[in-house]
């Protein structure tokens, strides 16, 4: 790797107990999967220090667990016990039926019954725009006051001159409305020649809390297929993620029929996680935080941690891009861990 090597070190808690989970590898690998680690474990920002090889585990010494970022010929050739190999981000799209109609069958029978039930109660519409004025109020309104509420200081938002020029001139406006004005919106870039709509900018108004839970944010992504699908566009680009099935982003996005794919520029890298301890906190973040995992060909498995108390998770081969579901005991997995 030609850029910097750092080690940041993540003190929280997992299962209720303390758990230190440190992070080898760069600023792009930090960028990716620091914030989502910060968040699950309740851990602050995190020591961070230079280091000159990522791939010395003294480095992480005294960790719960480490997470390695490396090339995939780098990463497969770390050890296989107590390990797994995780894409470095995941991307989502869905690709759109030839009608209206045909969204129904992409979406799970209870979540396509749960947001026609939201919209139903709430009274949501939707309306389309291309005035810069209503963009520059949905950005000050919705966009940044949303990406402060979810992310606090993670939030790696988009600089408003930069929004306006390369995201709405290039494309539109989507505005979730009740009787009385907007509630949320996306802001989208329009890719007319390879068919796309890509969702860049998600708000809700404030960023209340209350209309995370009124289904806001689901009914957004839901009329931006409608609109998509209704204008003659072939798929709608709905950004990326961390490759944790339970991280909400991720659940958002194949409810909305989102294919899985490896994130563009980013897809021969990969992360290596590994449990350095056998602990009841180790044992209660890998139980809480299934991954998504690789095979040696770049394929994705859906990979979830049990022991005789949980029961056996539900299968997720039914998301889209995902090849497989396999479940690995944690007395097996963490049998060499120290």
């Given amino acids: 790797m030609n850029r910097p090597s750092m080690a940041v070190t993540l003190r929280g808690s997992a299962g209720g107990l303390p758990v230190c989970v440190v992070f080898l590898g760069t600023a792009v690998g930090r960028m990716c999967i620091v914030p989502y680690l910060q968040e699950v474990l309740g851990a602050p920002a995190g020591e961070v220090r230079e280091i000159v090889d990522p791939f010395d585990l003294a480095e992480a010494d005294g960790a719960d667990l480490v997470v390695v970022e490396g090339s995939a010929e780098q990463v497969w050739e770390l050890p296989r016990e107590g390990s797994v190999v995780l894409p470095m981000h995941v991307h989502m799209v869905t690709e759109l039926p030839a009608s209206v109609a045909e ?5 799970p029978r209870k979540e396509r019954a749960r947001v026609r039930r939201q919209i ?33 200081d993670n939030a790696r938002s988009v600089g408003a001159q930069e929004a306006l020029e390369r995201v709405f001139r290039q494309g539109n406006l989507l505005l979730v409305c009740t009787e009385d004005g907007p509630v949320g919106g996306t802001a989208n870039f329009l890719d007319r020649e390879r068919g796309q709509v890509m969702g860049r ?41 961390e490759p944790f099935l339970r991280s909400g982003t991720f659940q958002a996005k194949v409810l909305l029929g989102a294919t899985v794919t490896h994130a563009p520029g980013l897809s021969a890298y990969r992360l290596w996680l590994s449990a350095q301890t056998d602990s009841p906190a180790t044992r209660a973040f890998l139980q809480a935080n299934p991954p998504l995992t ?30 497989a579901t396999q479940e690995r005991p944690l007395d097996e997995f963490l049998s060499r861990a120290g």
């Fill in 201 to 241: 900018l998600v708000g809700v108004l404030g960023g209340d809390p209350e209309h995370f839970r009124n289904g806001v944010l689901k009914a957004t992504g839901r009329y931006l297929l409608e609109w998509a699908c209704e204008a003659g566009y072939r798929s709608v680009d709905f950004q990326g993620c």
């Fill in 294 to 323: 690789c095979t040696p060909a770049g394929g994705f498995v859906a990979t979830h941690f049990t022991d005789s108390a949980v029961p056996a998770p539900l299968s997720a081969t039914a998301h889209r891009g995902i090849e």
């Fill in 103 to 107: 969204l129904d069958s992409m979406m």
């Fill in 120 to 152: 139903r109660e709430h009274g949501y519409s939707y309306r389309v725009t291309e005035d810069e004025a209503e963009f520059g109020w949905f950005y000050e309104q919705m966009y940044a006051p949303t990406m402060l509420a979810r992310h606090a």
